[in-house]
């Protein structure tokens, strides 16, 4: 049933406009992702250290892209926020295609800020946008969809990334890619409208309810749900162990297990994608079937993934068979993308329209703080330290990248903790929003 109240766009539209969207987040993550696999090759140009190379694919992108992130937000939550998505884009873009130039870690580490600013104001935008196109009962679905863009994204960068690099050169990859994504910047201007903020939701007129609600009167509203609170470190520890085995991974089979960069392109590629796909889709429909009887499942779901995560992770890096490892490394790859459709969604739906935006940018500040400042560097740091103080060398990484499995069996524990308060916090809401009977289909 379209359930779609009068006056603005067509759940259809939203279906396309979604579309839009995922193809925008696509060249997101794929300009996030292209540094992992140029790890080897920028580790021998630009004599970086493991710690350095930590920083630059974790730590000094979240740094920025997290202090980014509630200024633009704030800007998305009071504009229209296709023109917000736009100029986002073209900066992260251009500053790809700038990482080119780069002749040392501080000139690289100087464009990839400029790349963490720019996607600071990609999922803000695009989670109140679709918050806007479609109802609660079919956000976790939209998100879900949305969130193929995480692994398939990545999925093309390391892949893309990978072959481009081996091909031509590392400067290359960078204007190739970075050259592609500026395309998008007048399709999201000629192609996007402009949903009215609130309107699955009973929000009142566009501008009303920001005029009278401050920032920090937000940020109180946030505090005071747990269920938010837990939701948010649980996805931070969950982003730890993500990242960091995205980071690592590939330096990881090219030390250990001395395969060629262009193998393990098209290996890991295969891996990120259609594993992190599958789990992200299943995330998705799992909690839209679910948590139509128990909205608790929205968190358990992504709880009882994160503890899958872990006996695979400790079989991928601990085997001394290639194969065995890139066979086990399927599972984790699904299990830590499960948490983004039914968090993402839940995040959006526990709190008012007019400052979805603010609440997206929340959560990415913490998730990126965790998740992607301490997953990559916490690696490399510790190789760095295993492989100078121990005597271990390249093995050094055997021994560091394990160490995720402890944020993803902490996060389990946060997303069972969000899970109890659930059903509380989002009652409010829930009640108050139009279309009820649709929401029970």
């Known amino acids: 049933m379209d359930t779609t109240p009068a006056g603005g766009p067509s759940l259809r539209y939203g279906w396309f406009a979604l579309g839009v969207l995922f193809v925008v987040a696509l060249f997101n993550y794929m300009d996030r992702s292209i540094l992992s696999i140029m790890q080897v090759a920028l580790k021998r140009d630009l004599h970086l ?188 520890l969950q982003a730890w162990t993500q990242n ?30 259609f594993s992190g796909a599958a789990g992200t889709f299943l995330g998705g429909a799992l909690a839209n079937s679910l948590a139509r009887g128990d909205v608790r499942w929205y968190m358990r779901i992504p709880a009882a993934a994160a503890l899958i995560t872990v006996p695979f992770a400790l079989v991928q890096y601990f085997t001394q068979s290639a194969a065995l490892s890139l066979a086990a490394a399927v599972v984790p790859a699904a299990m830590v993308n499960v948490y983004m459709a039914p968090a993402n969604a839940m995040s959006q739906s526990l709190v008012p329209a007019d400052m979805r935006a603010l609440t997206s940018a929340v959560l990415v500040l913490i998730v990126s703080v965790i998740g992607l400042g301490l997953g990559p560097v916490s690696v490399g740091a510790l190789s760095d330290l295993l492989a100078t103080h121990f005597g271990l060398g390249e093995a050094s990484l055997r021994y560091a990248l394990p160490t995720v499995v402890i944020p993803a069996a902490a996060a389990a524990a946060l997303f069972y903790r969000s899970s109890i308060h659930l059903p509380r916090e989002l009652a409010p809401l829930h009640a108050a929003a139009p279309g009820r009977k649709a929401d029970a289909l």
């Open 49 to 236: 250290t493991d710690t350095e190379l930590g920083a630059l694919t974790g730590l000094a992108f979240a740094i920025f892209y997290t202090t980014g992130a509630l200024p633009i937000a704030w800007l998305a939550d009071r504009v229209a926020r296709k023109y917000v998505l736009a100029a986002a884009l073209t900066v992260w873009t251009l500053m790809t295609a700038a990482g080119a130039g780069a002749t040392s870690f501080v000139s690289l580490m100087a464009c990839r800020i400029g790349v963490a600013v720019g996607e600071a104001g990609c999922v803000p935008t695009t989670h109140s946008m679709i918050s806007d196109f479609f109802p609660r009962h079919r956000r976790a679905l939209a998100m879900a969809f949305w969130g193929l863009s995480l692994p398939l994204g990545s999925m093309l960068g390391v892949f893309l990334g990978g072959q481009l690099t081996a091909a031509f050169g590392w400067r290359e990859t960078f204007l190739i890619i970075g050259g592609g994504g500026l395309l998008l910047a007048p399709v999201i201007l000629l192609a996007l409208r402009e949903p009215t903020r609130g309107r699955f939701d009973g929000g009142p007129a566009a501008g009303t309810a920001t005029e009278a609600r401050s920032t920090m009167q937000s940020l109180a509203i946030l505090w005071r749900l747990r269920s938010f609170r837990y939701l948010c470190l649980a996805e931070g």
């Open 244 to 273: 960091g085995m995205m980071a690592w991974n590939a330096p990881f089979y090219s030390r250990l297990h001395h395969m060629p960069l262009a193998q393990i392109a098209t290996a890991l590629s295969l891996i990120i994608g």
